[in-house]
């Protein structure tokens, strides 16, 4: 969102924090300029495929419905988003985000998950609508869950982060527009303050991309495995 932009990316610049943004490729043309510089200021710029593709259900994806789709189409399309973005901003995604956290193409007995899929052309991939944080010991990377920060106040989320905290979890921040209040809308306010808190060694967060995070778990993994 052009709002990520303009108000979100100032925000974490400011505290030194850097975000993961899978990037629609509409807007991502509008503003190319500034995402340049955000990948040049750490910040991870991933993958959201092209289309924006969704249930049929959702009258808004009716023509780009995941009940059409093939395995094949998907995998088109996502390497597709992947070579635009690579094109335009010189680095190529290893996260993607589920639009709308949906995870299949097809439907009925014919209905196929693309998480397999995103398993293979991704680091990770990453869900909406969770109602849980990531156990990093045992989480899929390829399909993470992911919690809504849109429309949270400050002390929701401290609720929310407390919690991962004490079961020593990874906690997925999902969000879309950066504002004052609405439907998908992150609070500037609240993200200053998740901010501010992270910021204090005390409270024992890092707060980074996702790439950093689920690079340093797996590295974790593998030298217990060994």
């Known amino acids: 969102r052009l709002t990520q932009i303009d108000r979100g990316i100032p925000i974490l610049d400011e505290y030194g924090f850097k975000g993961t943004f899978y ?4 807007n991502l043309k509008e503003r190319i300029e500034w995402w340049k510089k955000a990948v040049a200021a750490g910040h991870e710029i991933a993958n959201h495929s092209v289309k924006h593709p969704c249930s049929g259900n959702f009258p808004f994806s009716r023509d780009k419905a995941l009940e059409d789709y093939t395995l094949d189409m998907m995998r088109n399309e996502l390497d597709e988003a992947n070579n635009i973005i690579e094109q335009l ?22 209905l196929e ?37 849109d429309e949270m106040s400050f002390d929701e989320v401290k609720t929310l982060m ?15 527009e950066i504002g004052e209040d609405g439907r998908q809308v992150t609070s500037s306010q609240t993200l200053r303050a ?18 950093n ?12 495995a060994g």
Not at 89 to 110: E, H, I, N
Not at 115 to 138: K, Q, S
Request: contains cysteine; charged residues 20%; aromatic residues 12%.
């Open 113 to 149: 998950s693309y998480v397999p899929l995103v398993a293979e052309e991704f680091l990770t991939g990453r869900g909406w609508l969770d109602e849980w944080a990531n156990d990093p010991a045992f989480c899929d990377m390829s399909q993470l869950m992911g919690v809504k920060l």
């Open 89 to 110: 901003l010189g680095v190529r995604p290893v996260s993607y985000a589920y639009p709308c956290g949906q995870k299949y193409v097809g439907r009925g007995m014919k």
């Open 194 to 211: 998740l901010c501010e808190y992270a910021r204090d060694p005390k409270n024992g967060i890092w707060l980074d991309t996702v790439q």
């Open 162 to 176: 407390d919690r991962t905290l004490a079961d020593g979890g990874w906690l997925v921040f999902c969000g879309h």
């Open 213 to 224: 995070i689920a690079a340093y778990i797996l590295k974790q993994r593998s030298g217990k």
């Open 23 to 26: 990037v629609s490729v509409g």
